[in-house]
Structures are given as structure tokens and as C-alpha cells.
């Protein structure tokens, strides 16, 4: 019989010890160690004693066809996974509770099954009248999906074993599922992992996609090992925020489509509604004649998505003034405020510096620092910048504005919602191409822009000469608003 080894395992990032300690030193989180038998992940009664068998090798020049794709019948979840559900494939799906992960999985295999396919929704969480009631509530009730309410992954794979092969399984969710051949409790990092791998084995066996169903973390990290996201094929990731009705699916990994691909839907209370055009909805409610707004012509994915950038700078009372960000990193923040201080002598150090993306969406791509800054200029100076014109380009340490990919697509978006200029880096000029029909202002340095946009808040005001073109403004350097 062999000895049982103990050991404590962090929840959150699957670091081993050999004692229980409060923090965890692999993530840094606090009271995450729980105990755990590691003596061996299968029992001695159940492993092979037999020698292991050859297998033919093949070499590179040999022809395979095109993995066949699945499309589930809705065009952003399609456009996030690269055309459809890949035969084999596992995809990894995570978002905060009550996001709608599960009314969008129910939407997908209920399509699925009215185009003829077998799907099956295995619940680890809620019973079957529970998921009837979703459905009858969404209006599917009537769409041939077998159902099941089951967290045993061995009864699970014995039971999807009949019959013909499911062409889409969904777990929900993988926390909640156990395997006899790890002797710890449902949710631990060994449970997870084991029970991932066999529900991974199961769908490359047999050709079957699978989707896993994952909570996350109080950071937005999926929880459970790290492992299990090298081990799918795809994550994606549902975010939003529960007071707004937008939610965007975004691909945070994709062996077989393009990462930083996004969908966008919007809640109803018919379930999730697709939506075509993201801009357009984003720029729905825009504010027009506000200083400190700028649109932002944004890429994500291979989508052009433009969205509205609302800065306020306020004067503070406090020792240390506030930068609060909200959609976009922080870091990028702190930067574009120090190029401006550096180099175009615009003092914001005693000032409260608040940055929102409006509508929900978080923005990676640097593209947006010239948005960025032309936002928190403009509500410095109280200066209303042009409605129609659309802002991108990155912004070096030393105030260039560096060109950024995909020009012309975010021209031609900004072009098809009606907008007139588009402010670009003076580099990025010669790839615009003619044929989108927008005026366009190239900038070179963000110096040249902070003064264009102090000349509009001089002309706002009662007094004060239009400063001369790459010229800091004084008031700039003597710290007024």
C-alpha cells in the first residue's frame, strides 16, 4: 500500500508546500492553501502493469484535412472562436457570476440541436428543473437538447460513450466536477486538473468539442490551476459590468482562430442579443459638446471598434492626487500624464485625473493614448474637442506619435458611422489611402495637438490670444487650468 503524502496546495495557483503558511510566495494571495493527498494521482488498484506499445511515426511531408468546423448559429460567438466549433476541440470559458456564461451556452446548443446535432449540458450546479426554467424563460424549451445534472466525470464519459458522439458537450462547470482517481475534494487543484485532463482525453478520442464552464478569481483570473489553460484549446473570457447591459466575449487564447478577437452582445430579457455593429452602440449615448470627450478608433481582434474616451480633471485638495482609470491600464495612464508634464508642460500634479471607456469595453492596445490625451486636455482647458473626429496613435517618452496597425480599417469604420477627420500620427499619413474620405490632421509630436486643443479652449474663453502652433502654452507652465 503505499504511503500517503499530505501536502498543502494553493486554490489559486496550484503551488505545493510542505507545511500550511497564510500567503501563498508563487501568487501572493492570502489564505488560499488547503491540504491534500499528492501520494499519486491514480490508485495502485487501477494502474497498468503492462510494458508500453510502439506507435508508427510519420514524417511533415503528409497531407491532413482541414480541421471541420461546427458554426453554433450565432455570428460573434463564431467570429470569437475563428469560424465554429473545431471537432476535438476543448474551449475554456470564464466570467464572473451571473455574467450570463450559462444563458449564452443555452442559447448556442439549443441552436445547435434544432440544426439536427446532438448536444448535451451536463450541470454541476443546478438541477435540471433549474435549467428547464432558463430555457423555457429564453424560449427554448422546445430545442432538443439532452439535458443532465452530474458532477462524477467517470459516470459522465460512460454515459456520453453510447450511443452516437455528441457533436458539443458543455460542463458546467468544471469547479464542480470529481474523479475517483484523485482522493481530494471537489474543486481542489488536483480535482480540477484530473478532471480536466480526463474530459480532454474523452474529446480528442472521440472528436466530440467541449466546452468547460470556469469561475474566476475577485481578480478576473480563471481559478484553478494554471495548467488547465495550457491544456485547452481556446480561452475565452465573458466580461461586463452588471449595472450595463453590453457584454463582450473576448478570445484570450485560440489554437485555431486569432486571439484578441471579441463578441458583443447585449443582455435582453430574451437572453443575449447579438450586435453587429459595436460602435454604433457604443457611441449611442455619446455626449456630444462635452470637453474631455474624445472617440477612439480602436482595434480588436480584426474588428474596428470605435468608443467614446470621457477624461475629468479637477482641481484636488488633497496631498496626493487621485488617478482613477476605468477600462483602460493604469500604467498608460501614469504615462501619458508624465509625457504631458515632461514635454508639453502641462501641469497636472495638482489636479484629480478620472478616465472611463464608456460602455463597458477595457482597451489593451496602446493606440488610445492620443485619445487618451486629447481627452484629459481638453477637459483641462475646458476646451470642446471636434464631434466629428476620431483619435489614434501611440505616444512615445519623448512625445512622438508613433503609427499603430490596421489604419485604414479604422478610417473606413470611423468613415461608415459618419465621421468627418480623423487626428493620426504624421507616419501612419501614407497609409490612409484616399479612399475613406476623411479630412486628415497628422501630428508628429503631442505637442503640436496639446496646442490645437489650448487655441480652441482660448477661443472658449473671454480672453487670451490662440498660442502659436508648437508652442506650450504659458498657463500650461505656470500649472493653471
Not at 484523485?182 to 480535482?191: I, M, R, W, Y
Not at 496597425?405 to 489611402?433: I, N, W
Amino acid at each position: 500500500m503505499a504511503k500517503s503524502t499530505l501536502s498543502f496546495v494553493c486554490q489559486n495557483c496550484g503551488a505545493a508546500y510542505n507545511r500550511w503558511q497564510g500567503k501563498c510566495e508563487s501568487c501572493g494571495e492570502w489564505n488560499t492553501l488547503a491540504e491534500e493527498d499528492t501520494s499519486g494521482s491514480v490508485p495502485v488498484s487501477i494502474r497498468s502493469k503492462r510494458k508500453g506499445r510502439t506507435f508508427a511515426l510519420e514524417s511533415l511531408a503528409g497531407k491532413s484535412p482541414d480541421a471541420p468546423r461546427l458554426s453554433s448559429g450565432m455570428t460573434e460567438l463564431d467570429r470569437v472562436t475563428g469560424g465554429g466549433f473545431v471537432r476535438g476541440s476543448v474551449l475554456l470559458v470564464g466570467g464572473d457570476p451571473g455574467i450570463g456564461k450559462s444563458t449564452l451556452l443555452t442559447q448556442a446548443t439549443s441552436l445547435l440541436a434544432r440544426a439536427g446535432h446532438r448536444v448535451v449540458y451536463i450541470s454541476g450546479e443546478e438541477a435540471v428543473a433549474q435549467v428547464r426554467l432558463r430555457a423555457e424563460r429564453l424560449g427554448l424549451s422546445d430545442a432538443p437538447v439532452q439535458l443532465a445534472a452530474e458532477t462524477s466525470v467517470e459516470d459522465i464519459v460512460s454515459t456520453l460513450s453510447e450511443g452516437a458522439v455528441p457533436r458539443l458537450i458543455v460542463i458546467d462547470s468544471i469547479q464542480t466536477m470529481w474523479t475517483d482517481t484523485v482522493e481530494s475534494a471537489p474543486g481542489t487543484v488536483t480535482q480540477v486538473r484530473a478532471s480536466a485532463q480526463a474530459l480532454i482525453r474523452f474529446a480528442k478520442k472521440t472528436g466530440a468539442a467541449i466546452i468547460l464552464v470556469g469561475h474566476v478569481t475577485k481578480d478576473g483570473q480563471i481559478a484553478g490551476p494554471r495548467v488547465v489553460e495550457h491544456m485547452v484549446d481556446a480561452v475565452m473570457s465573458f466580461e461586463g459590468e452588471g449595472s450595463q447591459q453590453f457584454r463582450i466575449l473576448r478570445a484570450v487564447k485560440n489554437r485555431f482562430g486569432p486571439t484578441d478577437e471579441i463578441g458583443v452582445f447585449e443582455m435582453t430579457g430574451l437572453g443575449l442579443r447579438e450586435v453587429t455593429n459595436p460602435s454604433e452602440l457604443f457611441l449611442s449615448e455619446r455626449d456630444l459638446g462635452t470637453p474631455g470627450t474624445a472617440v477612439f478608433a480602436g482595434i480588436e481582434g480584426t474588428r474596428p471598434v470605435l468608443v467614446e474616451l470621457q477624461a475629468l480633471v479637477a482641481p484636488t485638495s488633497l496631498g496626493t492626487p487621485r488617478r482613477a482609470v476605468v477600462g483602460w491600464d493604469p500604467s498608460r495612464l501614469s504615462m501619458v500624464l508624465a509625457v504631458l508634464e515632461a514635454h508639453c508642460g502641462v501641469k497636472l500634479s495638482g489636479h484629480d485625473v478620472y478616465l472611463n471607456v464608456a460602455g463597458g469595453l477595457r482597451i489593451h492596445e496602446p493606440a488610445a493614448d492620443l485619445a487618451a490625451a486629447a481627452a484629459l486636455v481638453s477637459s483641462l482647458v475646458n476646451a470642446q474637442l471636434p464631434t466629428d473626429a476620431v483619435y489614434f496613435g501611440e505616444i512615445s517618452l519623448s512625445g512622438v506619435v508613433r503609427p499603430v496597425a490596421q489604419t485604414p480599417a479604422r478610417l473606413k469604420e470611423a468613415a461608415k458611422l459618419g465621421f468627418q477627420r480623423a487626428v493620426l500620427p504624421e507616419s501612419a499619413r501614407g497609409d490612409a489611402g484616399g479612399d475613406a474620405g476623411l479630412s486628415l490632421n497628422a501630428v508628429n509630436s503631442l505637442t503640436t495637438l496639446v496646442a490645437e486643443i489650448a487655441a480652441r479652449g482660448s477661443r472658449r474663453g473671454e480672453s487670451g490670444a490662440q498660442p502659436e502652433k508648437n508652442a506650450t502654452p504659458a498657463r500650461f507652465r505656470r500649472g493653471e487650468g
